[in-house]
């Protein structure tokens, strides 16, 4: 997932990005890290959060945009 490389681009630590969606920094650097997988909820929470379609997030495109 790509949830790392868009946190860090946007220069958000785990902490921060942890804050926001309600959830804990440990969480964060597991999903970062693949030893946790997300589930749908929390796909779409990354997603609205970075401004990315979900596909981009799941490395399935490279195409970041959103299709609404």
Known sequence: MRLKKLREER???QLKLAMDL???QNSVSRYENGQRQ???ALLIKFA???NVSI???LERTDN???NY
Request: proline letters at 6%; charged letters at 35%; hydrophobic letters at 30%.
């Open 11 to 13: 220069k958000i630590s």
């Open 22 to 24: 309600d959830l804990n």
């Open 38 to 40: 997300a589930d749908y």
């Open 48 to 50: 609205d959060y970075f």
């Open 55 to 57: 596909d981009y997030l």
């Open 64 to 66: 970041p945009k959103t």
